[in-house]
């Protein structure tokens, strides 16, 4: 084994200052230098934000880089780390999974010092950035084969202390939706493991099929909004405007919400992002591809609700999830 993952540099010189976060090579692939920009204006809160944590969701490195271009002149307290790419060999393939071990980074965390690239990165992750931050960013977006609205996204939290923290900051965001995700398979997420350090974690997710430019506008809007809510700069909240309307609701999603397909085949969307549908409307089709005679099969919402997020028109396996619905928050 060789040296430990370390940061090359000083991130409590005051102002900007750069340097890498070194994660050790292992016997898949040599040692990786990712970049981190430290902003330091001494006491207040300390954040971490991050992107690229899956390397086909470009909307958060290309954010992340566009706060420091700003973000220096207006920080007023605290520091800010902020690593663009967490996940340099992914964003390099444009893969969700990182192409050395073919693993999810974000089912690695804690992620493992002797492991492969995927838990190397998630060990340096957890042992030399989090524990210089209160609260972490983590800026994703739904990838090129859904539809989703701007969103700020948390799962359930045992800690009810944390999850309303959790919920307050995110809807602070002023995002269209705040969803609360009831997930089966949190296990190895970044989340619920800064969650168990008592942390808040926020991830803002998007979607669209590929990188817009109004997009970003919305995404970089709520991201500052969350800066302002957590008093790192003085500035005025901007309601982003999405599909020309200004408006930010939470809701909320259960397991037995999910919306998934009952064959193999193309998915063709029949309902838009934000519709409301009643039980038993049509949310899409199935056109199975095996079969000249097949009939297309009709997927039909399981409750009255919100479509959140849909697949936009991909070749699905059977029961793979094609749409999320979710209804308000009951609090
Ligand atoms: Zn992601």
């Known amino acids: 084994m060789s040296e430990a993952p370390h940061l090359t540099f000083n991130i409590d010189a005051p102002g900007l200052s750069t340097g890498h976060l070194a994660v050790p090579k292992g016997t898949d692939c040599e040692a990786l230098s990712i970049p981190v920009f430290s902003l330091n204006r001494g006491e207040g809160p300390r954040l971490l934000i991050t992107g690229g944590n899956h390397g086909n969701e470009l909307e958060g490195p290309i954010v992340a880089r566009r706060l420091i271009e700003w973000l220096p002149e207006v920080q007023t307290c605290g520091r800010i780390l902020i690593v663009p790419v967490l996940n340099p060999p992914a964003v390099r393939a444009w893969s969700r ?3 050395v ?16 690239v995927s838990e190397r990165i998630a060990d340096a992750v957890c042992r030399v950035l989090v524990p210089e931050a209160d609260t972490v960013f983590d800026l994703h977006s739904m990838g090129p084969r859904w539809d989703s609205a701007p969103a700020v996204i948390t799962h359930p939290i045992a800690d009810a202390d944390l999850m309303a923290k959790t919920l307050h900051l995110g809807e602070s965001f002023k995002l269209p939706v705040t ?3 009831e997930h089966d398979q949190t296990a190895g997420m970044f989340d619920t493991w800064v969650h168990s350090q008592g942390k808040v974690f926020i991830c803002t997710e998007f979607g669209g099929g590929t990188v817009g430019f109004e997009d970003l506008k919305i995404y ?5 909004n969350g800066l302002i809510a957590l008093g790192l700069i003085e500035e005025t909240v901007d309601i982003p405007t999405y599909r020309q309307q200004k408006f930010s609701q939470t809701l909320e999603t259960l397991l037995s919400d999910k919306v998934t397909s009952p064959a193999a085949g193309i998915f063709e ?4 992002v934000l519709q409301k549908v009643q039980q038993g409307d049509l949310i899409g089709k199935l056109h199975p591809m095996n079969s000249v005679s097949a009939d297309s099969v009709d997927i039909r ?3 009255n609700s919100i479509v959140c997020t849909i697949k936009s028109g991909a ?8 749409a999320i619905i979710a209804r308000p928050l009951k609090r």
Do not use: K, Y
Not at 269 to 272: F, G, K, L
């Open 97 to 99: 999974n990182t192409p």
């Open 101 to 116: 071990d073919g693993l999810n980074l974000n089912r690695m965390f804690p992620g493992r010092a002797d492991g492969s």
């Open 179 to 181: 969803l609360l995700w």
């Open 220 to 224: 970089e809007t709520g991201v500052r």
């Open 269 to 272: 969307p029949r309902c838009s």
């Open 301 to 303: 919402a399981p409750s």
């Open 315 to 322: 070749h699905v396996i059977v029961n793979e999830e094609v």
